[in-house]
Every structure is written in C-alpha cells, then in structure tokens.
C-alpha cells in the first residue's frame, strides 16, 4: 500500500487543480473588453459598462486593450424622426411608381395614336359629359333659387300682413333651400373638373407632341374644343 501513496497524492492534486484551470478557460479575456463612450448632459462619459439610461444614445466602442475605436451605434430614432423616416420612404416608393405609370403611359400614347387628332377624339366624350353635367347644375340652380324666391316673398308677405308663416311652408323653405346649397355644391364640382379635364388634355397634348418630336406653331398651349 505505501508504494501507491504518491501515486494517490499526484492524482488528488491534479483533481484539485482542475476547476481553476476551467475557470481560467471560461474567464473572458481581457484583450476582448471594450470602452462605451457617449455624450451625456454635454459633456463625455465614458465606462466600461453600458447603463440602461444611455442605452439609446449615440456611442462609440473603444478597445480597453488598443484604444482603437471598434463600432459605432447610433442614437434610437424618435416616434417623430421613425414617423418621417416612413413618410419619406413612401414619397420615394410613390415617385418611382409615378414615374413607372408616365413611361407606360408615354408608351401606350406612341403606340395607340398616329396624330393628334386620334389623341383629341379620346377626350370628346370626357369633355361633352362634363360639360352637360355643368349646364344641367346651372339649370338647377337658377330653378331652386326662383322657387326660393317666390316662397320667401309668400312668406314676407304673409308676415307684413299680420299673419303666421305656415308650417308647411316654413318646411318647404328650408327643403329648396338645402336643395339649393346642395346643387349649387355640384355646380362648382362639375366646374373644377372641366378646369382639371382642360388642364389634363393640354398636358397631354404637349407630351404627345414631345414625344414625336413635332413642332407645331400654334398648337403650344392652345384650349382643346369637343370635336376639334
């Protein structure tokens, strides 16, 4: 038995050895730590260890073993800043598919028409339909507000005279007057879009006239007319 006590005694002593070469393997190596640097109340902090509060503020990550400068972190974005960052994203997707719909358009213009006047032929119904829907506000209007008229002047009337105003026709008052306001409403929409369909036919127009390279005196700018 006494021949194998060193023997014993060596084998002990590595086991006893063993967990702090582990710790020794698992322990982070120094040359890995780094430096967090960030600004904070206008003045520079800098630490070894990152607090939440400085979590979203912009900072550099030095090498505690070089004093090189390894990363860098932006601040977090605000709720504003993330909201016009998508807004101006968006703009950008829309100006491209802006851009894509006008060369398919300019494309589609070339191939389906030989002249302006095949161009002008495709706006006349546009415009013959507009136009109606104008004079027949116009004509609405003018009847409510002779309608209205006389029923206000058989109201005054009454009411001069000493007699009451009544309710049926207080009623139909206020009826041709909402009809009115309403129709008047439609007019001035039928009017802006004849301003707007004007406009389009111009411009396309124009851009046809870009598009073959053709150089017409006169025809810059000028107002289409049905038919024409």
Same mark, same amino acid.
């Given at each position: ?5 060193p023997? +014993? ?5 590595? $086991?006893c =050895? ?5 710790q020794?393997?698992? =322990?982070? !190596? ?6 967090? %640097?960030?600004?904070? *109340?206008?003045?520079?902090? %800098?630490?070894d ?7 979203? *503020? ?6 505690? #073993?070089?004093?090189?400068?390894t990363?860098?972190?932006q601040?977090? /974005? ?6 016009? &960052?998508a ?24 191939? /389906? ?5 095949e161009?002008?032929r495709?706006?006349?119904e546009?415009?013959? /339909? ?21 029923? +206000? ?6 009411? /001069? ?8 026709? !207080?009623?139909?008052? #206020? ?5 009115? +306001?309403?129709?008047?409403? $439609? &007019?001035?929409?039928?009017e ?5 369909l004007t ?6 127009l124009? #851009?046809?006239?870009? $598009? ?11 107002v ?5």
């Open positions: 038995m006494t021949p194998n006590l023997k +014993l005694a060596i084998v002990l002593v590595a $086991l =050895a063993l967990p702090g070469h582990a020794q393997r698992n =322990a982070p !190596a120094a040359g890995n730590k780094k430096l967090y %640097c960030w600004d904070q *109340n206008g003045q520079r902090v %800098c630490a260890a990152l607090p939440a509060e400085a979590m979203q *503020n912009a900072r550099e990550e030095i090498s505690m #073993r070089s004093g090189m400068r990363g860098q972190v601040r977090a /974005l605000t709720d504003e800043e993330r909201a016009g &960052q807004e101006e994203e968006a703009r950008r997707r829309t100006e491209a598919l802006a851009e894509e719909t006008r060369r398919r358009t300019d494309q589609a213009i070339l191939t /389906l028409f030989q002249d302006e006047d161009l002008k495709v706006f006349t546009r415009v013959t /339909l507009v136009d109606n829907s104008i004079g027949t506000a116009r004509y609405n209007v003018a009847s409510l507000r002779d309608g209205l008229v006389v029923l +206000l002047r058989t109201a005054g009337e009454r009411e /001069l005279s000493g007699k009451p105003v009544p309710d049926k026709l !207080a009623d139909d008052i #206020r009826q041709r007057h909402q009809q009115l +306001l309403y129709h008047k409403y $439609l &007019q001035r929409s039928f802006q879009q004849r301003v707007a406009q389009e036919i111009d411009e396309t124009q #851009r046809y006239r870009e $598009l073959r390279g053709a150089d017409q005196p006169g025809a810059r700018g000028a289409f007319q049905p038919g024409g």
